[in-house]
């Protein structure tokens, strides 16, 4: 029998962002691992169904069967909820990309090849910027503000991310509901259902090739909401590791700590290499307050 991967995507007023996803996957290639089953789920969280027309007019045009549902409540948890409660019962794996991604055509090979090889219950892959806004300044394309880790094949995560992995299926069915609703409307949703999976001893391995591309509008492509990402990133992951780990808070805060000290000492130096010496600095002090307001709670305020 054929492996059946349930391609699942979340996704709100972006009609263009997922006809370019619809099409990319439509010319998904294999050559590691035999043609899977595939079959696309779309949850519009958008209760007028904006994204039904886009699903519609490409149905006939896809290769893999194309599912398109509603789910009216907001959120994005109760979306990816949906999409996966819409997969086959019979699904081997469950493949989560954004609605503003376009996969490379060895993507789903590659997660597949990674997950055979290292016998993985979650994959994770990069993703890739794109900049939509030719005006970009460089040291913001330039710079790692955007790139991905770089980490071999199978090298082992204790967390991971829904803007490109792979999951077997029956790692979720104790998870009712998948993704927590608590984190509807604020993100990191998916962090805290990975690390919940790595503490039950779940195995999460990298997969390098298995590459993604992100449109990146201009307003994400600036200083300011490149600070406020990571002491949001910072804060939730240092709550959810205090909430779900229930370990390592002193060295959280001793991590806190050096990371404020690192980017006040470096500021006044970085203002003589320019701007990307200055992010980075900021972004420090940024991710060290972050880490303290998790510690004691606080997650603060993200909508993405």
């Known amino acids: 029998m054929s492996t059946l991967v349930s391609?699942?995507?979340?996704t709100y007023?972006?009609?263009?962002?997922?006809?370019?996803?619809?099409?990319g996957l439509n010319q998904l290639t294999f050559n590691a691992v035999p043609v899977p089953d595939i079959e696309i789920i779309v949850?519009?969280?958008?209760?007028?169904?904006?994204?039904?027309?886009v699903c519609e007019a490409l149905r006939s045009q896809i290769r893999w069967k194309l599912k398109y549902d509603i789910e009216p409540k907001p959120g994005v948890t109760y979306a990816r909820n949906r999409s996966i409660a819409n997969a086959s019962h019979h699904s081997n794996f469950i493949a989560i990309i954004d609605d503003d991604e376009v996969p490379e055509p060895q993507w789903l090979d590659q997660l597949l090849q990674v997950q055979s090889q290292y016998n993985a219950d979650v994959v994770s892959a990069p993703v890739y910027p794109y900049f939509e806004d030719k005006s970009t300044p460089d040291w913001i394309k330039q710079g790692p503000f955007f790139q991905p880790?770089?980490?071999?094949n199978g090298q082992l995560l204790h967390v991971a991310s829904t803007n490109n992995v792979l999951i077997r299926k029956e790692c979720l069915r104790t998870f009712n509901p998948v993704f927590?609703?608590?984190?509807?409307?604020?993100?990191?949703?998916?962090s805290y259902l990975f690390m919940q999976l790595h503490?039950?001893?779940?195995?999460?391995v990298w997969a390098k090739?298995?590459?993604?591309v992100e449109w990146i509008p201009a307003a994400r492509a600036n200083l300011r909401w490149i600070v406020r990402r990571n002491f949001y990133g910072w804060s939730s992951y240092s709550w959810l590791e205090k909430e779900i780990l229930a370990k390592g808070q002193f060295t959280r805060a001793l991590k806190g700590v050096a990371l404020i000290a690192m980017g006040l000492l470096t500021l006044p130096f970085s203002i003589l290499k320019g701007k990307e010496s200055i992010a980075k600095s900021i972004i420090n002090v940024s991710r060290g307050m972050g880490t303290f307001s998790g510690l004691i709670g606080y997650q603060g305020e993200w909508n993405r």
């Open 13 to 23: 007023k972006r009609p263009e962002g997922l006809n370019r996803l619809l099409l």
């Open 199 to 204: 503490r039950n001893h779940y195995k999460i």
């Open 7 to 10: 391609i699942c995507i979340a």
């Open 149 to 152: 880790a770089m980490r071999e």
């Open 43 to 53: 949850a519009d969280n958008d209760a007028n169904g904006s994204a039904r027309p």
């Open 209 to 212: 090739e298995a590459r993604v």
């Open 180 to 190: 927590d609703n608590r984190f509807a409307l604020k993100g990191m949703e998916d």
